[in-house]
Nanobody, 120 residues
Framework: QVQLEESGGGLVQPGGSLRLSCAAS????????MGWYRQAPGKERELVAA???????NYADSVKGRFTISRDNAKNTVYLQMNNLKPEDTAVYSC??????????????WGQGTQVTVSS
């Protein structure tokens, strides 16, 4: 079994900052790409940012220059630093990891999601 546990969501005013964390635990051999997705009410889920095990990153155009994704491979943890938050960033943010278990099976895993609300 593999679990992804997120933390760090909440309510913040426009222009503020939040840092999300997502820790993978369980029967893990290797964690490949990790990413953050978000889904706002009435909208489809979208990729926010992703990072490979070697540190290559990819961002949605809407968050470039404001969000930074990073990871700690020793802790199987990925972070999302969100600065200059805007009301349109309001969504449920979910962590995703492509993980190889000790049995050699590669599968995608998801966290439970954390709410980020940007409002004055």
């Amino acid at each position: 079994q593999v679990q992804l546990e997120e933390s760090g969501g909440g309510l913040v005013q426009p222009g503020g900052s939040l840092r999300l964390s997502c820790a993978a635990s369980g029967n893990i051999f290797r964690v490949n790409v990790m990413g953050w997705y978000r889904q706002a009410p009435g909208k489809e889920r979208e990729l926010v940012a992703a990072i490979t095990s070697t540190g290559s990153t990819n961002y949605a155009d809407s968050v470039k220059g404001r969000f930074t994704i990073s990871r700690d491979n020793a802790k199987n943890t990925v972070y999302l630093q969100m600065n200059n938050l805007k009301p349109e960033d309001t969504a449920v943010y979910s962590c995703n990891g492509n993980i190889i278990t000790s049995t050699g099976i590669l599968s995608p895993y998801w966290g439970q999601g954390t709410q980020v609300t940007v409002s004055s």
